[in-house]
């Protein structure tokens, strides 16, 4: 898997996933947020890490039974032992969340190996106790049943589906609260920069809207003047 650098990382913390789908619609990706999904807690950080998943299968009974957590190869655990830090688990539950994908023991696990977040498009257990932990978590609802009531973890880091969306490992996972998207990996560096620069003219245009200034040419910049105007805010912003 391709290491994300840090000065991706540290860019793609300063944007929004909403800014990031319109540089991603303007290359033909449409699909790319996770549907369904919201954070466990408002106040919780920025998600950035490269995708290493988890995928869920329907449970067949005599296959998933409670003895099946002692072995230490169960697909679950060993996902949860072998997410590289700096990464995001990113687990396929076939937007279920009838029964949970994981609960606050297995997510603290995460947190204290240094991964940088995790997504279901299922849901979670405890999931009161994972959104006291400000640790980077999205889900679809809480959920109390176990797992194995429904979900067969059968794969790690294959291609998955999650909330609609195609997941590759070594993607880039950005989450806020708006929601997840998925950004290609061959592109990450190319999008952090592009909006990068797209945030800082939003940020001009907000503070030029609070002003009343009419958004027509100036969102998009169509008058001249707007670019003019934005040269000088960057200046005097250092931005």
Avoid at 212 to 237: C, H, M, N
Wanted: glycine residues 8%; neutral net charge.
């Amino acid at each position: 898997m391709s290491r994300l650098s840090d000065a991706t990382r540290n860019r793609l913390k300063t944007v929004s996933t909403a800014t990031v789908a319109t540089a991603l619609f303007k290359r033909g990706l449409r699909i790319q947020c996770i549907q369904d999904v919201h954070p466990l807690s408002p106040g919780q950080p920025t998600m950035v890490g490269e995708a290493f998943t988890l995928r869920y299968m329907p449970a067949r009974e005599d296959l998933n039974t409670i003895d099946v957590f002692r072995d230490r190869a169960h697909p679950q655990r060993k996902a949860v032992e072998e997410c590289p830090a700096g990464s995001v688990l990113v687990m396929d539950s076939r937007k279920d969340a009838r029964a949970a994908s994981a609960g606050a023991i297995l997510v603290t696990r995460l947190m204290k190996r240094g991964c940088a977040g995790v997504v279901t498009d299922g849901g979670f257990r405890d999931a009161a106790e994972i959104a006291r932990l400000g640790f980077p978590a999205f889900h679809h609802r809480p959920s109390a049943p176990t797992n194995l009531t429904l979900h067969q973890a059968i794969e790690i880091n294959v291609p998955i589906g999650c909330g609609d969306a195609p997941v590759f490992p070594g993607d880039v996972i950005l989450g806020d609260s708006d929601g997840v998207i998925v950004i290609p990996a061959h592109l990450a560096d190319e999008i952090a920069n592009e909006t990068f620069e797209m945030t800082a003219f939003e940020d001009f245009v907000t503070e030029e809207v609070h002003k009343g200034r009419s958004i027509l040419g100036l969102y998009p910049a169509t008058d001249e003047q707007t670019l003019k105007d934005f040269a000088v805010w960057r200046k005097a912003k250092g931005r």
